[in-house]
């Protein structure tokens, strides 16, 4: 008897250690001096209001035209031919446009074009316009 009570003692004590996992997580924070907080409780504002603040150097009003012109276009699957700032030509179908890229189907292959790199575009269709105006 003496000897079921040492293992029952026993095993209450493994469970109480707290090097055992039980199965829970215990969440550990570190204790950081005041200095090195990422926020100090000085600042109360909202941290968002930055961004409703209205500032000069934001993107003007869109009228959408590029987004309708896109959407357009992937619907009707147009092959259109992308010319970009090196004068490469790449010819495909829009599958996908972004504030910043544009997912051209090129045969079997896709490619990301930033819309920074490109000069213009036009409908392949189209062939390639006489009178370009940007040179």
Known sequence: MA???ALI????ATRNDD???NGTRKLIRPHLPTVERRRDPIHTEDPLTH???????GVP???HAEAFYFQKQMQQQTEMTFV???GEQLHGFIQWYDKCVVKLQVGRSRVLIYKAGIKYLYKASEGHPANTVMK
Request: proline share 4%.
């Open 3 to 5: 000897l079921k009570r």
């Open 9 to 12: 003692e026993r095993k209450i």
């Open 19 to 21: 090097n055992t996992f």
């Open 51 to 57: 961004a409703m603040i209205p500032d000069g150097h």
């Open 61 to 63: 009003e869109s009228s």
């Open 84 to 86: 970009l700032e090196d």
